[in-house]
């Protein structure tokens, strides 16, 4: 049954995402604005406009401060929520942007759109790291893998694993996604749903089938991995758990140098920015308390 219906926006909503520790979720519309609803509260308290199309997609940052907007207008917008502000734009798609995602521990952002490429960009300096080559249609759907380490796209007939630094294609797979709804990881797989008028179809894909998880134990015992964002280290309750690899000998480790990635984009000092990317040690780091996030009650307008 129906819990609860919110109004707000003027037509229907295209896209929607809950903060990662907090009793919000933002969702974005054909009307093209983006709004921050309070579950409390049940109403809308924060509204942003900027996009000139309709908005596909939007993502929480891992720290819940900022949020990014993709849409047809093929403008990637970043919003910083405690200012209510807009940071950036990022215009080097040519096409509608239909899906995004963070990197969990790195400041790094992948988009995907209607121009057939994944985009790679450093949210430090808001720069292009690279971009993939076209695939056969539109990617509808993208996603890291819970590590980090590998970028997952989904077009309409086929499913590509990816590292972005520089692009390097590590395998794909057929697939018939003809309308992707949403994409994930569980353990070793990826789940996809392919929505239609009446239906949801669910999917799997057997990532230890694909490189580089061919013989990769995803059975691993996971570990707590301290991550730091622009905002400050992030307390415990927003730290993933990552597979602890320390001393695993995975197919990613035994790839050529430079054709994983080059410099980690954290700052986090655990990692170490003269290797591919492997953390050093974290077994002696601190962690502050859960930042107290709260939007700004705010309607922003951007040109």
């Known amino acids: ?74 403008v990637i917008k970043i919003w910083d929520l405690t200012s209510g502000r807009l940071i950036r734009d990022l215009t080097l798609h040519t096409g509608g942007v239909c899906s995004m995602d963070f990197h969990p521990n790195e400041f790094l952002l ?23 080559p076209e695939c056969e249609t539109g990617v509808k759907g993208i996603g890291f893998s819970p590590d980090g380490k590998v970028m997952v796209s989904a077009s309409s007939e086929s499913l590509r694993l990816w590292a972005w630094e520089p692009v390097y ?9 003809q309308r992707l709804a949403d994409l994930g990881f569980n353990s070793d797989h990826v789940i996809a749903f392919v929505k239609n ?26 570990t707590l991995r301290p991550m730091t964002s622009r905002m400050g280290q992030l307390g415990p309750a927003q730290i993933p758990v990552l597979p602890d690899t320390e001393g695993q000998d995975t197919p990613l480790e035994n790839m050529p140098p430079g054709e994983v990635r080059g410099r980690p984009r954290s700052r986090d000092p655990d990692w170490d920015a003269s290797s591919s990317g492997a953390p050093i040690s974290h077994s002696t780091r601190s962690s502050s308390s859960s930042p107290n996030f709260r939007p700004h009650p705010t309607t922003t307008t951007t040109s």
């Open 110 to 132: 992948a988009t995907g759109s209607h121009d057939r490429t994944v985009k790679f960009w450093d949210l430090e300096t808001f720069d292009l790291i690279s971009s993939t």
């Open 169 to 177: 294609q590590y395998d794909t797979t057929d697939v018939q996604f």
């Open 1 to 74: 049954r129906v819990v609860r219906q919110l109004n707000g926006h003027k037509t229907e909503c295209t896209a929607l995402d809950f903060h990662p520790y907090s009793n919000f979720f933002a969702s974005g519309s054909a009307d093209t604005n983006l709004k921050i609803w309070d579950l409390r509260k049940k109403t809308s308290i924060q509204t942003y406009k900027g996009h000139m199309k309709g908005i596909n997609q939007l993502r929480f940052s891992p720290d819940g401060r900022w949020i990014a907007t993709g849409g047809d207008d093929a």
């Open 197 to 222: 008028a009446s239906w949801v179809t669910g999917w799997t894909i057997d990532l230890k089938e694909l490189r580089p998880f061919v013989n990769a134990d995803f059975r691993a015992p996971a």
